[in-house]
């Protein structure tokens, strides 16, 4: 790739186009992908869409988050969306918003990884659009089908609350990367920042689920089609916010366990290491990209055999109850109100002001 | 409105979604909108999906671009691109980059103008996101519905070469609106700029086609239905770049009759006034959003009395011929090659050098 390091200033726009769409291949059910005013795709009768952006300096900084990796994410938290309706991802747009500076070889990076990991999904780039902008902005619609939706509003009293997966390690991972750890283009370890080799194991781990999530996709499909939730939405702004919304869509209460909150071991090491408390960010660190569900008590059994199916752990960490909407805790202490902790895009005060 | 001076910073983000969700009417084919991880909308059983983005600074500016046109606006281009495979849009995803200092009342205005067109389209807006950036991005992804798509690739020998409407007016109102000329939100003309009372209408419909474009979009779906075009899109770079996007994917060449494009009236009376070409701002001035079409010459007179009911003037300039894809004009000086000098958003060399 002798272009590589030309700026986009330099190749244009209509080259820039061009050579994407040569890079995406042909995928089932795209009747007219890329090229044509619109695309043409098989659908239906009931289909899912969504879309989420990426934009530097808000939830990436481009000297920390390889391309690569970046266009895997900026897919897979879309996946993560129409899993949580129960879903799978078919037919992608890619809308980019591209500083004239950077080089070809960023864009090369960041399709590299929109198209491994659409390759991944089962999921076809059908079309999109680049601009010129001071910010890389990385913008994806996702079409998925679904056979029924599951809602954030099906949560009923006596419903156990629900997680997959652990959380706290994408929000470690903004930690770790503000000082100085690293991920190459294929998600190894290059710098540990301020921790020591023993600690290496635990950062990359950090580090992938902040800059490489993967949603429990096809775990979240298969529950949804055996109606073992009542209720189900993605963690991505974090435990305390992505609950108390399905409480106040649901119109009932939540009551979590603190000690049943399952920490990304990761986290636990690294926060015990310099006194921090790795609950908290279990709690309110977003971006896990987890699901979060309700679920009938008599199913548990039959969740867990599903989930263990799909090397998924979950964990019951409390219930929801029948009472105007709100989110409580319990620990050792008591029982008191859980705050909504996440991260507000525009409103600094109030949120732990993680540069996200 | 008391809150409309209030800057988003101030607001917070969970605060702006909540008030954009409220204001989003329920719409037909609408299982799942706005509100939960994704939409759920009835579809199929194939399907357009088309996104596109107006960035700030490069497709418009905050300044000279009143919020409910930019809202207006970031709905009829995608409209068009649906339009322009023979379609009909039905819902709409809207991910809005903002600046925290922008007011709430800016938001609710570009929403009035994204609801008022949505209304006016039959489309329901299902959908979409908030984040923090220096830029405004409105970045809308569109899907449609298709009997069956009217491509780029199908022009043919002997074709004749017909567009809608009249061009150029929209590239004009770029540079009126940097010399000073100015729309309210309702689209009335508050200021002419550098031209004098009786230039008034003229700079009012070039300022509208630029700030409020409107395809033709049930003519479009019309001449689909009835096969009346061989090939389609929409002129949203310039006919010069468009003429010879459809030549390259057809395979086939263009010949232009200069004298028979149609040049806004409003272009040709601002540019006799300083001197100006106007066919020059005809054939590469860009965001027309008029149908550029491919059409049996046998049929152009079912085509005009199609186009003659929804009041839409079709004008035939040139034919297609067998030759390695290519554009020629010819005028009363001769025939000679077209060269595409639309607008390329990385490089400025060799284009206009517009403020798009």
Redesign the interface.
């Known amino acids: 790739l002798t272009l590589a390091g030309t700026p986009?200033?330099?190749?244009?726009?209509?080259e820039?186009v061009r050579r994407i769409r040569e890079r995406i291949p042909a995928g089932p059910g795209v009747?007219?992908g890329a090229?044509?005013?619109?695309?043409?795709?098989?659908?239906?009768?009931?289909?899912?869409?969504?879309?989420?952006?990426l934009?530097e300096?808000?939830?990436f900084r481009r000297d920390t988050a390889p391309a690569r990796l970046l266009g895997r994410k900026a897919l897979s938290v879309n996946l993560?969306?129409?899993a949580?309706?129960g879903?799978v991802g078919r037919?992608a747009?890619v809308?980019l918003?591209?500083p004239?500076e950077i080089e070809l070889g960023w864009v090369d990076s960041l399709f590299d990884g929109l198209l491994e990991r659409a390759a991944e999904a089962g999921v076809s780039i059908?079309?999109?659009?680049?601009?010129?902008?001071?910010?890389t902005?990385v913008?994806v619609?996702?079409?998925?089908e679904?056979q029924t939706?599951l809602?954030?509003?099906g949560a009923q009293p006596g419903d156990a609350v629900v997680v997959t997966g652990a959380l706290g390690a994408a929000a470690e991972g903004v930690d770790l990367l503000a000082r100085g750890a690293r991920l190459d283009e294929d998600g190894e370890l290059v710098a540990t920042g301020l921790w020591t080799e023993s600690s290496a194991p635990a950062v990359r781990e950090c580090l992938r689920a902040q800059l490489d999530p993967h949603p429990p996709l096809a775990l979240a499909c298969a529950l949804a089609e055996r109606g073992l939730a009542h209720a189900?939405?993605?963690v991505s702004d974090g435990l305390s916010v992505d609950l108390a919304e399905v409480c106040r869509?649901s119109g009932v209460a939540a009551r979590v366990e603190g000690g049943a909150v399952p920490v990304a071991p990761a986290v636990a090491s690294l926060e015990r290491a310099r006194g921090g408390d790795a609950l908290l960010l279990a709690l309110h660190g977003g971006e896990d990209y987890e699901l979060l569900l309700a679920v009938d008590p008599h199913r548990l059994g039959e969740l867990e055999a599903l989930a263990g199916v799909w090397g998924v752990p979950v964990c019951r960490i409390g219930e929801f109850f029948a009472s105007d909407p709100a989110v409580f805790i319990r620990d050792g202490v008591g029982e008191r109100a859980l705050p909504p902790g996440g991260h507000?895009?525009?409103?600094?005060a109030?949120t732990e002001g993680r540069p996200r």
């Open positions: 986009l200033g330099e190749i244009g726009e209509r820039l009747r007219v090229g044509d005013d619109a695309a043409a795709v098989e659908a239906g009768p009931v289909v899912l869409l969504t879309a989420d952006s934009v300096g808000v939830h993560s969306d129409v949580a309706m879903g037919h747009l809308s918003c591209l004239p059908v079309g999109g659009n680049v601009a010129r902008s001071r910010d902005v913008d619609a996702l079409l998925g679904v939706p809602l954030r509003s189900a939405m993605d869509q507000d895009h525009f409103r600094v109030g």
